[in-house]
């Protein structure tokens, strides 16, 4: 029996399995031996044997790791567990690393249908996303207020499902957005101006996002404020650099 506790980590955590072999008999297992296998790489891979079992060194190549373990007997009746743990590899965000184990014996075996099992972590992408909005202190009615927002991925891993909201009080109408590179921008129904920005596929990428804000009218309003959230499907360890905004405000000529 193969289990995975927790089920899911964030890339850069532990990842913890145990395997249970267990002799139902009725005659002890002579030679018993147990084969782990993973489909990731796993350079830092520790193992935890009953007394009486030795194992081997992980052989990591390939794109997975395995490893095989060994006793002279197992007891009618007697279980073996072992633990197993590994850090989640960034490179495995957003996936799962299952671990397949199996057991044998020189010992004829009655039932093999339940000599194998499996059991699988979800790895989290972790991506520490920052966001800042930069722009004019003042403005002169009439004149073109040009902002940015920058965003970026900090890392370790990359960011499914990136996302970027712009907002200002400027009425919509006043409001040009140039999108980043491979990035796409969606005016919002508001009358002041809203915007979600999405990736055009795969991971987001860092960019950066030219807000431009004509000031003309006699009811445009004095102090003028873009505001940015950045966001994706990663968990991200520092939320407090997801957004941003600058204010200008109105002078004369």
Known sequence: VVEADPAEVDAGETMGFTATAANAGPDDAEFPGVGFAFDAELPDLAIDAPAGWTCGAPVVEGGETS???????????????????????????GQTIALTAAVTAQTQDLGPANDSDSAAVTVQGQADLAIVVDGPATFVRGAIAEFTASAS??????????????????????????????????????????????????????????VNVSTGGKLFPPRVTVAAVVASAAVDPDPSNNQSSRTSVRTRP
């Open 67 to 93: 490893v095989a373990c060994n006793a002279e007997g197992l007891a009618n009746a007697a279980t073996a567990e072992f633990t197993l743990t590994a850090t989640a590899p960034a490179g495995e965000a």
């Open 153 to 210: 991925n900090l890392g370790p891993s990359t960011a499914p499902a990136m996302t970027v909201s712009l907002s200002s009080n400027a009425p919509s109408a006043s409001v040009e957005t140039v999108a980043g590179a491979g990035w796409t921008c969606d005016a919002q129904p508001p009358a002041t101006y809203r915007a979600q920005c999405t990736h055009d596929g795969g991971p987001g990428n860092d960019a950066v996002f030219a």
